[in-house]
């Protein structure tokens, strides 16, 4: 077994945390990403840092949180600053590292993304299937047409802007999905043998709006009768009251058939997430390399799919948008069949992998979760979690001036909404599905205050480099 091993990080894009079988979602079928839990370690409770891809993925690939490093606004043109991506501090230490997909820690709407040191020697790009087609900038794009497709043949688009989505009968072997598996199985084939260890990182557009999985896939979970949203009428109240300042969630009606239907799309396209994503790790497993490769499944932030009369993502902060999975494998070097109940942050992503490296990345919010990996027990001592949104979605026809700040401990969630007088506060233990706000309760106003001073403090002590330090972290 190599000293350093290999990392295969495994991205999917607006995932949400209830989307695997073995985790408790008894309707979808994930059979791969079942076995790596099996196999593996999984945090029930793991949280991103900004609701919106660019600061989210900034964040988890540079150990800090987006409002320190300047990534705060989703297709920024600026890079993180005055911080190292992970991916740089191994390539650094001797690491291979390899992309496939989007990386998107800056903008990435006119071609390639605007790349900074980060560290990859391999960078195999495409935005997303639908972007960039008539441009040429999406490989692929270049890889349908090697297989004599002609993706006119397998998408539509409203014919307004250059972006298409998949037909409902596009192939399932034909998605973005099935190029990014194929690209990194190559990557993984060309470096099997390799004396230097390796790290790739794979980020696939799906499931990511919109709603497009291939109609036997639909009719699959409409016919298992997949649940509806959560949802209560006080949800409007709240969304009205938000709506006029606030960049949210596209706004829906109550649950309908309409709903019903992007519902097992979703289901359906998370399917093909763990279709795809198996195809590489049987592959890992037949070249011998599951002892010397630590497996990561993650994604960039959720997708509310509906809960509280609301779809897609914005500045809202409900468990769909914000909690996420977070699964790490290996066997012969970390527990098996473990679940993780305490909260974890994806700051700590890095570091973790930093110290499973051997290598030193210091200076960052998160901290290491080795010890959750190879202990019994928990092995985290976490008191809270955090997650902003500084104007995240300023750009293009939905312009907001919007902050807003989330600080979730081990029973309550605290949502501020800097310059506007309503807030949320639920109680995790009693209100799982964050139906009942207390911030007006007059019951929980002392807890309300302390929870407003430790989001104040913490607010203060991020805006500059280093570990937050405040309370047991």
Known sequence: ????????????????????????????????????????????????????????????????????????????????????????????????????????????????????????KTFIYSLSPGHDLESGCNEYKDWLEQKGVNWRDIMVGDGKRNYYWYREDAPVELRQTAWAAEM???????????????????????????????????????????????????DYTLGEQLKKIYHQSKGVNAPNDTLRRERASYFGMCEIVDMHFGRIIDRIDKLGLRDDTVIIIS???????????????????????????????????????????????????????????????????GHSLVRALTEEGEGIERDYVRCEYYQSCRGGKNPTQSYATMLRDKRYKLV???????????????????????????????????????????SAVVQRPGQVRIGRY
């Open 416 to 458: 501020v909404y800097h310059g506007v007088e309503t807030g949320e506060l639920y109680d995790l233990d009693t209100d799982p599905c964050e139906q009942h706000n207390l911030w007006f309760d007059e019951h929980y106003s002392e807890l309300r205050f302390e929870l407003l001073k430790k989001s104040f403090d913490i």
């Open 184 to 234: 990194a199985i190559d990557f993984i084939n060309e470096h099997s043998s390799d004396d230097e260890p390796w790290l790739l990182t794979v980020n696939c557009f799906d499931p990511h709006p919109p709603y497009d999985a291939p109609t036997h896939l639909v009719e699959k979970y409409l016919a298992r009768n997949i649940p509806d949203p959560i949802f209560n009428e006080s």
């Open 299 to 365: 994604s960039d932030h959720g997708e509310m799919l509906g809960d509280h009369g609301l779809t897609h993502k914005g500045c809202r902060f409900y468990e769909g948008a914000v909690r996420v999975p977070l699964i790490f494998s290996c066997p012969a070097r970390m527990k098996s069949g473990k679940v993780v109940r305490g909260i974890t942050e994806y700051t700590d992503i890095a570091p973790t992998i930093a110290e499973l490296c051997g290598v030193e990345f210091g200076d960052v919010h």
């Open 1 to 120: 077994m190599k000293t350093r091993p290999n990392i295969l990080w495994l991205c999917a894009d607006q995932m949400r945390y209830d989307m695997i079988h073995a985790l408790g979602n008894r309707y979808i079928d994930t059979p791969n990403f079942d076995s790596l839990c099996r196999d593996g370690v999984a945090f029930d409770k793991a949280y991103v840092q900004n609701p919106v891809c660019t600061p989210s993925r900034a964040s988890f690939m540079t150990g800090k949180y987006p409002s320190a490093i300047n990534s705060n606004i989703l297709g920024g043109k600026n890079n993180p600053e005055h911080c190292t991506l992970i991916t740089k501090a191994l390539a650094d230490a001797g690491y291979y590292c390899g992309n496939i997909g989007k990386l998107h820690i800056s903008a990435a709407w006119e071609g390639h993304e605007n790349r900074t040191d980060d560290g990859y």
